[in-house]
Nanobody, 123 residues
Framework: VQLQASGGGLVQTGGSLRLACAAS????????MGWFRQAPGKEREFVAG????????YYADSVKGRFTISRDNAKNMMYLQMNSLKPEDTAVYYC?????????????????WGQGTLVTVSS
């Protein structure tokens, strides 16, 4: 399975970005997916997750109400709409896929990782 994240960039506080994750190499609809992020000097942390069908989602408290995760199984794509961005959202964002169908909340639950895309929010 190959995952390719894109859409990162530099944005001002309060701005928006939409990240995309393109998947290939296995039936896209066969497992849960998620977004994680890693800021300099910090551990990789869960941001948002979505189950196989897209009917269940889960968010970290720090992004709840500002970020929206979605997927389009027909296009083998996953997205993260990020609104009201804050400087503390600055990080490399990674998309990940897992074999299990439910939402995964932890790094160890995911089997495949994309290369990451950098999001920088200026104050």
């Amino acid at each position: 399975v190959q995952l390719q994240a894109s859409g990162g960039g530099l944005v001002q506080t309060g701005g928006s970005l939409r990240l995309a994750c393109a998947a290939s190499g296995r039936p896209f609809s066969s497992g849960g997916m998620g977004w994680f992020r890693q800021a300099p000097g910090k551990e990789r942390e869960f941001v948002a997750g979505i189950n196989t069908s897209g009917g269940a989602t889960y968010y970290a408290d720090s992004v709840k109400g500002r970020f929206t995760i979605s997927r389009d199984n027909a296009k083998n794509m996953m997205y993260l709409q990020m609104n009201s961005l804050k400087p503390e959202d600055t990080a490399v964002y990674y998309c990940a896929a897992r074999y299990g169908q439910r939402v995964g909340l932890y790094v160890g639950e995911y089997d495949y990782w994309g290369q990451g895309t950098l999001v920088t929010v200026s104050s």
